[in-house]
Nanobody
Framework: QVQLVESGGGLVQAGGSLRLSCAAS????????MGWFRQAPGKEREFVAA????????YYADSVKGRFTISRDNAKNTVYLQMNSLKPEDTVVYYC???????????????WGQGTQVTVSS
């Protein structure tokens, strides 16, 4: 069982930046692919980014490519999402997810955090 706790969400003006963090429990963090997703009310959850176990491969949704950066620190059991040049349409709840199958990128993921709200004002 893996528990994921996101933090770092909040209110920011358009063009600003936020860094989300997701802390994972357990001793096997480095064996998990980690992903970030987001979901607006009434809409399906959307893939944002994923990073493989060692960080050697990274994937982004086209909508965030060039603005968001995913990274991980296996020593701290934490994955990050640096979000720059934020837009009002980035206003949603962001979730981190983990899975120990190496082939997972866009899903499905086994474990999910509770989500953190990001609000971008225009």
């Amino acid at each position: 069982q893996v528990q994921l706790v996101e933090s770092g969400g909040g209110l920011v003006q358009a063009g600003g930046s936020l860094r989300l963090s997701c802390a994972a429990s357990g001793r096997t963090f480095s064996s998990y692919v980690m992903g970030w997703f987001r979901q607006a009310p009434g809409k399906e959850r959307e893939f944002v980014a994923a990073i493989t176990r060692s960080g050697g491969n990274i994937y982004y949704a086209d909508s965030v490519k060039g603005r968001f950066t995913i990274s991980r620190d296996n020593a701290k059991n934490t994955v990050y999402l640096q979000m720059n040049s934020l837009k009002p349409e980035d206003t949603v709840v962001y979730y981190c997810a983990s899975d120990n199958r190496g082939s997972v990128v866009r899903g499905p993921y086994d474990y999910w955090g509770q989500g953190t709200q990001v609000t971008v004002s225009s």
